[in-house]
C-alpha cells in the first residue's frame, strides 16, 4: 500500500547535502526526506503532533537550507531597489525588514523574499532553497547600469560610489525558527537580561547561551515567534539550549508547511511561480506602488489597471483532503486546480488554495473539488483560514 | 510489533481469520510510514472485495495511499468508529483499529499470505 517505500527509510536520491543540523535530527527520531537538494526532516513525533505544539506552546524549525544573500555597498539601495518590488524606503529604518518579491520583466514571481536592513549600507536576503541559484544568477546579471556585482566573497575595502556588492553567505550560514505563543520569553531567557526582544519584521543581535547570533521576529507559522542565524559551526549549541525547554518541539517540513497554509501564506513552487504576477497571488502590498521603475513595473502597473484574469483564493472543504493539481469543477466544468491543498489540524478539515476566474474569487463562491473519484464541495473564504493565533494577538 | 497469529500480504494488511471470516487491517509499519492517519475511505456492507486489489484509501497529513484485500469475498462489517476517530489505526492497529471483516469466498486465497515472520523479513529486504 505505499509504493514509494521500501524496508526502513526512504530512499534518498544521491549528492543529497546536509545542513548542520543532521546528526540532531537523527538523534531526535526525525525523518529525513530529500527536499530542495537537501536531507531535511518532515517530521519527528508526528505533523499534527507538532503543528498544534507551535499553535500552543512552541516549536522550533531547522530552516538552514535557506539561503542567505549579504548586498552592500553605496550601491546596495538602488540595486536591490530597481530589482525587487517593494519599495525599499519603507525599510529605512535599520533593523527593519520586509516581505519582497524578484520578478521578472513580465511580472512573474522568481522568488519571494524577506529583506532585513542589517546596516548603513547593508541587506540581508533570506531566499528560498529551491531559488538559489536562479535568485543569484537573476541578481548577478540584473544590475542596473553603474553598478557592479560581485559574487566573490567580500573585499577587505569598501567599494566605490556607484558599486554594490552581493555576497552568497548561505555556506557558513544557518538559520532555525523558534515560533509559539512561547517562543518569544525563551528567547528572553536564553539572551539574558540586557535583551530586548526586537518588535515584529525587525531583527537585532544577541548573545544566546553564548553563542553570538542575529535575531529576526520573523516567521512562517502565524504564530509569534523569532528566526534566528548565526554561523553554521554554532547553531547545534542554540538548538540544543532551545530544546532543552521542555515546552519545545523539533518541527518539520510537514509541520511547517501545514502551519503556513492555515494562515494562507503563499509557498514559492506551489502557490506563485514564473508564470503567475504578484496581483493575481494577492501579493500586491509587497509591491511598491510610487518608488519609481523596477524589474516588472511596467507590466505589473498595466495588471493593476486592467485587473488579472485570475486569482488566488482560499478554499475550505466539507469532505475529504484537497491535493496540489486536484480539478475544481464549477457547473461540470474545470476552472481551476488546487495550488496547495492539506488537511487542517486545527480545523480538522481539508483546506487549500487555487487560482480561479476573477469572477468567481468571491468569498462564498463554492466549487466542487474532484478528490479521486468522489467530489466534494469547496467554498472560498478569505485567508487566514485560523483566525486566533499569537500573532493575531500582536497584529491587534 | 507483528502478532504471529495474523497473516500478512505484501501491500501491508494484515488478516486475522476467525472461521470462514477475515478481519482486515494495516500493519504497524503501515501505519508507521503514514504517519498521523486523519481519513480512511472504506467501502459499505455488502460490497465485494477482490484479493489483491483496492477496497479503500487511507490519508494522513502528506500522502494517500490505497488499502489492498489480502482475500477475496463479501464486507459483512465495516469499522465505522474510525470515520470520527481514524487516529485509531496509528494507536492500535491490530485492535481497534480494524478495518473491514469479510466473508471470504475462497480461502485458500490465505495460502499465498506471508507469516508474521516472513513479513517482518520482507520489510528489511
Not at chain 1, 181 to 197: C, D, M, Y
Not at chain 1, 267 to 284: C, E, K, N, Q, T
Not at chain 2, 77 to 93: G, I, K
Request: proline share 5%; charged share 25%; net charge negative.
Amino acid at each position: 500500500m505505499i509504493p514509494d517505500v521500501k524496508g526502513n527509510g526512504l530512499k534518498m536520491t544521491e549528492n543529497l547535502r546536509r545542513t548542520p543540523l543532521y546528526e540532531e535530527h537523527l538523534a531526535l527520531g526525525a525523518r529525513m526526506v530529500p527536499f530542495a537538494g537537501y536531507e531535511m526532516p518532515v517530521q519527528y513525533a508526528g505533523i499534527i503532533e507538532e503543528h498544534n505544539a507551535v499553535r500552543s506552546f512552541a516549536g522550533v524549525f531547522d530552516v538552514c537550507h535557506m539561503a542567505e544573500f549579504r548586498v552592500f555597498g553605496f550601491g546596495a539601495f538602488d540595486f536591490l531597489q530597481r530589482v525587487l518590488t517593494n519599495d525599499l524606503r519603507r525599510i529605512s529604518e535599520l533593523g527593519t525588514a520586509q516581505y519582497t518579491l524578484l520578478c521578472d520583466e513580465d511580472a512573474g514571481i522568481i522568488d519571494d523574499l524577506i529583506v532585513y536592513h542589517t546596516g548603513d549600507l547593508e541587506y540581508l536576503i533570506i531566499a528560498n532553497a529551491a531559488n538559489h541559484t536562479t535568485d543569484l544568477d537573476w541578481l548577478t546579471s540584473h544590475a542596473p547600469e553603474g553598478v557592479t556585482v560581485s559574487g566573490s566573497g567580500p573585499t577587505s575595502e569598501m567599494s566605490p560610489e556607484g558599486t554594490v556588492e552581493l555576497v552568497d553567505e548561505s555556506e557558513r550560514t544557518a538559520m532555525i525558527a523558534l515560533q509559539g505563543p512561547r517562543a518569544l520569553s525563551i528567547v528572553q531567557e536564553l539572551a539574558g537580561t540586557g535583551f530586548e526582544v526586537p518588535d515584529r519584521f525587525t531583527i537585532t543581535e544577541a548573545v544566546l547561551d553564548t553563542v553570538p547570533a542575529l535575531v529576526a521576529r520573523t516567521g512562517y507559522t502565524g504564530e509569534d515567534g523569532v528566526e534566528i542565524l548565526t554561523h553554521v559551526s554554532m547553531i547545534a549549541g542554540i538548538w540544543r539550549s532551545i530544546l532543552s525547554f521542555p515546552e519545545v518541539a523539533p518541527c518539520g517540513l510537514g509541520a511547517r508547511d501545514t502551519l503556513r497554509l492555515e494562515m494562507g501564506y503563499p509557498l514559492h513552487g506551489s502557490d506563485m511561480d514564473r508564470g503567475v504576477d504578484p496581483i493575481s497571488a494577492g501579493l500586491g502590498w509587497a509591491v511598491g506602488r510610487d518608488k519609481g521603475p523596477f524589474v516588472g513595473s511596467e507590466a505589473i502597473a498595466r495588471l493593476r489597471e486592467e485587473g488579472p484574469a485570475r486569482r488566488l483564493v482560499g478554499l475550505q472543504v466539507d469532505a475529504g483532503i484537497p491535493r496540489a493539481g486536484y480539478p475544481l469543477l464549477r457547473e461540470g466544468e474545470e476552472v481551476g486546480k488546487v495550488a496547495s491543498g492539506t488537511y487542517s489540524p486545527t480545523l480538522q478539515t481539508g483546506i487549500a488554495t487555487a487560482y480561479v476566474p476573477a469572477s468567481l474569487a468571491e468569498p462564498g463562491t463554492e466549487f466542487e473539488v474532484v478528490i479521486r473519484k468522489k467530489t466534494a464541495m469547496a467554498t472560498v473564504v478569505k485567508p487566514p483560514f485560523v483566525k486566533d493565533t499569537s500573532l493575531s494577538a500582536v497584529k491587534a | 510489533m507483528y502478532p504471529s497469529e495474523l497473516m500478512y500480504h505484501k501491500e501491508h494488511e494484515w488478516v486475522r481469520v476467525d472461521g470462514d471470516v477475515a478481519t482486515i487491517g494495516i500493519t504497524h509499519f503501515a501505519q508507521d510510514q503514514l504517519g498521523e492517519v486523519v481519513y480512511v475511505d472504506l467501502p459499505s456492507d455488502g460490497d465485494s472485495v477482490t484479493a489483491d486489489e483496492t477496497f479503500g484509501e487511507i490519508e494522513s497529513v502528506k500522502s494517500v495511499s490505497e488499502l489492498y484485500a489480502p482475500v477475496s469475498g463479501e464486507i459483512v462489517e465495516v469499522n465505522s468508529a474510525l470515520d470520527d476517530a481514524s487516529e485509531t489505526v496509528n494507536e492500535d492497529p491490530y485492535g481497534e483499529g480494524w478495518m473491514i471483516k469479510v466473508k471470504m469466498s475462497d480461502s485458500s486465497e490465505l495460502d499465498a499470505l506471508m507469516s508474521a515472520g516472513d513479513y517482518e523479513a520482507s520489510l528489511s529486504e
